[in-house]
Each structure stands twice: as C-alpha cells, then as structure tokens.
C-alpha cells in the first residue's frame, strides 16, 4: 500500500466521523485550570473566561497556591526530571513517602506508583493474573481497565453494570474453575457518575473466595466522609483487596497513577509490572505537590463538604428546572440529551452564554446516549451554579429539551 492510498483511508474515515457529527473539536484554555478559566473557541478566536463544568478538578486544588509552592519545592530541591525509571536511578526518597502516605490515605498495606492510572490498570491484570485464573468485570468499566484485562491470559466474564445477580450467577458458574477470582470494578463510574454496590460485591467476594479491586480515579479524595473512597463511603475499608488510582483528578490534577493493596501484591508489582519496570519515573514536582494535596486532605474535609453542598444543589436545580438527570449522588452529573448532533449544539450555545460543559457521545459512550457531562468542583462559587443554571434553563428552552 503506498503512503498516498493510507492517508485517504485515514481520510474517509475522518470523514465519517465528521458527518455523524461524533468529530472532537478541542477547547483551547489560556489560563491555570479553576472554577473559572479562559478559554478559545473555536480555535483562534479571542480567549473569554467561562464557568467550568467539565474538569475533573474536584476539590479545586489544580492551581491550589500551596500545591503550586510545593511542586515549585520539588523543582528547586530534587530537579526537572528523574532520567530514568524507578528501579534503575528514579526512586527518590520522596517517590517512597508519597507510595506509604497514599496507602495510609487509602487504608491499605502499601502503595506503588506510576505514570498515570491507565499504566497502573494497564499493569494490574497481567502481573496478578495468568490463564488459571478469573476475572469478573462491569459492563462499564474504564477503557483502560479494558485494555488492562486484554494484555492478560485469564478467563474474563462481563456481568451487566451494577447487577449482583449477574455477578453472581457469573461467580457461581464460572469460580470453582479459577485458582485466583478477581471482581473488577470503577468505583464511581465515570460518564454515568453512579456508584457500584460495593458492600454488595465484597460480600459476594467473600462467599465466592474472589479478590476484589476497585479503580476508585473519580472518587479518591472526596467520596465518603473523610474523601477515602467509594469503600469509605460503604464502609468496607478494609474487605477491598486493591485499589487503582490517580493523581489527575482530584489530587491536584497533574498526572501519576496509583495501586494500593496488600504488601506482597505491590511486591510483586515492583518486580514484574512492566509499566513500572519500562517507563519513567514521576517527576518530583509532581511527587511533591501530591503530598502536600494529601497533607490538606488530612487536615481537613472543608473542600469535600463543599463539593457535596455543590452537588446537592446542581442536581436539584437542574431537576427542578426539568432536565433529564442520570440518576446518583456524585459529583458527575450527566445531562442526558440522547442525540450526539443535539449535545455539540448545545454545548455551543452554553459556552456562548459562558458556561464550559462538553457533549459526549459515541464512542466514549453508547450509541443513542449522548449526553452533557457536568462535573462539580469545590472551586466553584454558588454565583457560578445560579449563573449555569440560567444558562442552562435558557439553551434548554431553545432546543426543546425542557418545556
Ligand atoms: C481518568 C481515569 C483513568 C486514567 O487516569 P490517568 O491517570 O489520567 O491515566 C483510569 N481509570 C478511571 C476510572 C478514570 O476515570
């Protein structure tokens, strides 16, 4: 095949997305990520500052002063880059604090770190997990949880989101088969925002022998009621058997991911994950500045009781004002419109009215449930809320979507 006829594969096929209305276009932001922020659009226009809706800046520590201060530390005191990964020259005494804090954050054994979640989730299934053994997935787990499982040779079976009867059909068909059981899970999922059962799936854990590991990246620092998680949250702390997780939502926003477990499974992990053996190590700005965001999350819960207040009142609001809500109590909170064409021209004409919420639809959700996604942030001011409410309550009128 010559270069010319794959580039006018490549070609056709942006087209077709293009004409099913599904194409990106990317909001370009001139300013540090907050509750409000400038940005351009479409590219090249002069930049406006607007409410945000969309970031996964939850308890509003991306551009927290003090977080800055200590990433700044971290440059001044350990450098710019480690130049290698860990196991080789990249693990600073900080890497390790960082690795022991998270745990104890988390309420478990030990902790190591990576370059994001998707590496961490990327690195899980195949280090634990060979063809004698079983995992039991949510429908609706991360793409990258997907990914995970598919660089490993366990048998896999997909239960129906959220449903414990499947689950356990699936588990008592299928476990007496396995050498290890593993149920995998979001903990909050991410475009529906709804929490999985997990008291109800460590008890089915417990009577099938399964290991239970929950990817908790919308969650961790701000659900349950000191920010633990969605095992906080159902009080099972301790009957979770791993946690995956990440450093770029609410813990300051920057990047690195986590897996938290019992010590010998983190042991094994450093020995053989190969996200961790083959790519580099965190930078220590951002090692840094993450453990200053856990020293604030520990001294307080002002930032996720606000966040909780917010929520509360955007999904009554919103409720109220007639929109059709995906139902939960998180701080994720998806506009349904069902129509990806219908949720680009509305979030067009909301961010004409100053409000930055972006339509999802296929393929980052099913076919036929576009929808707007708003998320919550402690950086939010309730003005903010009454003025995206408006906004909201306006361009829903024009389209029809609420009487
Ligand atoms: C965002 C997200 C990830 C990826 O995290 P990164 O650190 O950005 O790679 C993984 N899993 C879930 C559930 C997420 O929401």
């Known amino acids: 095949m010559s270069h010319n006829s794959a580039v006018a594969v490549y070609k056709s096929v942006l087209e077709s997305i293009c004409s099913d209305g599904l194409y990106k276009d990317e909001r370009v932001i001139t300013s540090p990520q907050s509750g409000k922020v400038m940005v351009s659009f479409p590219q090249g226009n002069e930049p406006k500052e607007i409410i945000n809706l969309c970031a996964n800046n939850y308890l509003g520590l991306s551009s927290h002063p003090e977080v800055i201060k200590a990433a700044h530390q971290g440059l001044d005191n350990r450098g710019f880059g480690m130049s290698s990964v860990r196991f080789i020259c990249g693990t600073q005494d900080i890497h390790r604090t ?3 804090k998270i745990a104890d954050f988390l309420g478990m054994e030990d902790a190591i770190l990576f370059g994001s979640c998707f590496d961490a989730n990327g690195a899980l299934f195949e280090t634990l997990l060979t063809a004698e053994d079983a995992i039991f997935s949510d429908k609706l787990v991360h793409a990258s949880i997907i990914d995970g499982i598919r660089l490993c040779k366990a048998q896999r079976h997909i239960y129906e989101h959220a449903d414990m009867n499947d689950l356990e059909e699936k588990l008592r068909t299928h476990a007496s088969n396995a050498r290890i059981k593993l149920i995998m899970t979001d903990g909050v999922f991410s475009m529906d925002g709804d929490m999985a059962p997990l008291n109800k799936i460590v008890e089915l854990a417990e009577k099938y022998d399964a290991l239970v590991a929950v990817d908790d990246s919308h969650a ?3 659900i349950g009621r000191t920010g633990r998680g969605v095992h906080e949250h159902y009080n099972v702390m301790k009957k979770v058997d791993i946690i995956t997780t990440t450093c770029g939502k609410a813990l300051g926003g920057a990047t ?5 477990s019992k010590k010998e499974i983190i042991e094994l992990l450093k020995q053989r994950a190969r996200p961790y053996l083959f790519s580099n190590a965190l930078m220590p700005a951002v090692v840094n500045a993450t453990l200053k ?4 999350l520990s001294a307080s819960t002002e930032r996720r009781d606000r966040l909780e207040k917010h929520t509360k009142c955007w999904r009554k609001s919103l409720t109220e004002a007639g ?4 139902a939960g109590n ?3 909170v998806p506009v349904m419109l069902y129509d990806a064409k219908l949720a680009q021209e509305v979030s067009r004409d909301l961010y004409a009215e100053g409000v930055f919420a972006v339509g999802f639809f296929y393929p980052v959700v099913p076919k036929g449930e576009a929808r707007i996604r708003t998320q919550l942030s402690a950086a939010l001011e309730q003005s903010d809320l009454d003025q995206a409410l408006d906004a909201f309550v306006k361009i829903g ?3 029809k979507v609420i009487k």
Do not use: Q, S
């Open 256 to 260: 690195g991911g986590v897996i938290a």
């Open 220 to 222: 961790t620092g701000f």
């Open 98 to 100: 960082l690795e022991t």
């Open 330 to 332: 998180t701080p994720i």
């Open 397 to 399: 009128r024009k389209h």
């Open 323 to 326: 929109f059709d809500l995906k």
């Open 293 to 296: 965001v856990l020293e604030i």
